[in-house]
């Protein structure tokens, strides 16, 4: 069963690496075939993702969101996921310029960190922990690819304004695409987001967890939380338009990679079998 | 038999030289049925844009034919062929196809990679055609490089990028707002391009356009033009406010609009994003303005800037393009080689040729009692049954062979036969895969004999001669 998992994860991450070539030749070349056959590899990569997941929740006894290695290959995995159902709803292509390069890095980090599966500790098993990771992964996927598609806004207007335009055009969406794009992830991950933490506090103060309130993490989680409310809340207003949006969707991404990389494994009291 | 072009063209000629020898429809159709009615060719067609007028002749000789067309040119223009020699040019055989291919993909010309031109050389063909200036020739020709055009624009980045500076500013404003739905254009100031632009945008899916002008009349008349709604001059700031794409062309000797205007329009639009283009010199618009927040500001030299980028794509994307025409040009050589009666009489011989030697291989196993001798005879009678079929078709191709139409009896024997069209060189006739095929299919198709009858049969055709 491991060995299928691992088998089936190092498929999709060959797929996955193959896509973003395409996607890079793609960029040079103009091509808009090359970006459907870029989608395909993906999704293929994808099936193969979900099978190595299965694989290792079977080999492991329980989901596999245990530890570093597991909960970086479910974060990639939701990226994809939510990448391609964002793109078959806005067909917004170059994206996947900025999504692979996350995933393969996600990939890497993970296969440094591998470790074989563990049963979970008693405090773990309980399904609205399973609720709380599933739910805030989903978030997490939506959330990174709001705040790619504003690197890739803030990178398009930057060239735009420089008179740069001959590599915007015909190679990146349309700003106006982009931002619909960052608006639209940022709606889907934000009642996650929501869902997600309200299940952590849930879970938290049913088990009476101390001081859990003052946790970095947590305390991070809420600021992350407070910035995509005013995100869509000035979008929804429809005078946050452009740049402003960009900037947000950033500076969101940035926080989710500082509790990630930074607060879960460092500071954070509670959370660390998590990551 | 050879394909020749001769004509004028941008690269040669000047407009006024163009304007002489441009054809009309009625025109065209004439100048190809003198062609024709004179026999310098047998078929023809004209192709008359505003960048070149062309005659495509199918003839046996080269020269005559050239010296036709420049004939029936000058005389169209009303000047001396004298004249007119300096700006021709002629091409014949391989070379005046590999113009036609060019021609339709458009890597001939003024601006590479334009649409046009596939359009037109397919009205100028339906136009021969439906007069009857064309045969197999220019039919499979000319359809072969409509389908070149074609080719060439699907497989290669050709045509995508604008290359004038009214549809870059358009791509430029596409870039920005991604789809143009309920978008509102002001232009300022009435000029050629800002026009021109309109219209652009237009196409796009802009549906309000803002006219306004230092005289209102004029607003008046441009707004008529592109059917837009003109509005006074002197409340500029609230037209800006409502629009989301402005183009300047005023002759103002100092900026029209500045920075200032340009923030508190912004406010009341609550930031959403306008795209500013200066079509103006001296310029109309405040350079200051691409720094607001979701201002963008192009001027004319950066428009023009866009322009020369995507010239240099296209002429990169032209090399791919000539690849396909040389490809195409093999292709439809070999075809045209097929059209001459020697390799053609080879073919069908050697057609018929193995299908009876299949026949005799089919039969082989049951004409086992037969000494040697008699199947010789077996084998010669045959062969000679063959070589009296093809006596006549052999003889009267042979006597259309000096003939113009000699190429229609050859297409038509091609076809009847079912012989191919591609391979077929002289040398390369005996090669041929596609006469075992042939010869496959015809014992295929004939009905299975009882075993009995048939060696009944031959034995008794074969004792007959005996």
Known sequence: MEHASVIFLWIAYLLYAGTFAVFVVQFLTKSPTLTRVGLVVAAVGLVFQTLAIIFRGFSA?????????????????????VWHVLESFTRMRAVGLYVLPVVLILLTVAWVEYKPPVQLVPALRSDIVILHVIVLLIAIGCLYVAGGAGIIYLIEEALLRRRMAGGVLGRLPSLGSLEKLIYHATLLGLPFLTAGMLAGIIRAETFNVPHWWVDPM?????????????????????????????????????????IRFAAVPYLSGFHTYGG | MLVVVTGISHKTAPLELRERLALDEDGSLR???????????????????CNRTELYMYGRDSLAARQAAVERLAQHAGAAVGELEPSLYSYSGDAAIAHLFRVTSSLDSMVVGEAQIVAQMKAAYQQACEGGCTSVVFNRLFRHALEVGKRVRTETAIGERPVSVSSAAVELALQVFGKFKDHTVLIVGAGETSELTATHL??????????TNRTFGAAEELARRVGGRAVPFEDLEGHLAAADIVISSTAAPHYVITRERVERSLRHRRHRPIFFIDIAVPRDLDPEINRVRNAYLYDIDDLQHVVEQNRG????????????????????????????VVPTIATLRDTVEQIRRAELERLGGKLGDLTDEQRAQVDMLTASIVNKILHMPTVKMKEVAGSEECYVYVDAVRTLFDLSGNGAAPDGAADD??????????????????????????????????
């Open chain 1, 61 to 81: 006894g329980h989901v596999p969101f245990v530890g570093a290695y597991e909960s970086l290959v479910m974060v990639a995995w939701s990226i994809v996921l």
């Open chain 1, 218 to 258: 947590v305390l991070l989680a809420l600021f992350a939380w407070a910035l995509y409310a005013v995100l869509l809340w000035g979008r929804m207003r429809a005078d946050w338009v452009g740049s402003r949006i960009a900037w947000l969707a950033l500076t969101g991404l940035v926080v989710l990679l500082v």
């Open chain 2, 31 to 49: 100048v190809a049925q003198e062609l024709l009615d004179g026999g310098a060719a047998c078929e023809a067609v004209a192709l008359s844009t």
């Open chain 2, 202 to 211: 237009k196409a796009h899916g802009i549906e309000k356009i803002l006219v």
């Open chain 2, 313 to 340: 794509e296209r002429e990169k994307e032209a090399h791919h393009a000539e690849r396909i025409v040389e490809e195409e040009l093999r292709s439809v050589n070999d075809w045209l080689r097929s059209l001459e």
């Open chain 2, 433 to 466: 895969p596609v006469p075992d095929a042939a010869a496959d299919d015809h014992a295929a198709a004939d009905p299975p004999d009882p075993p009995g009858a048939t060696v009944h049969h031959l034995r008794g055709t074969g004792t007959d001669n005996a």
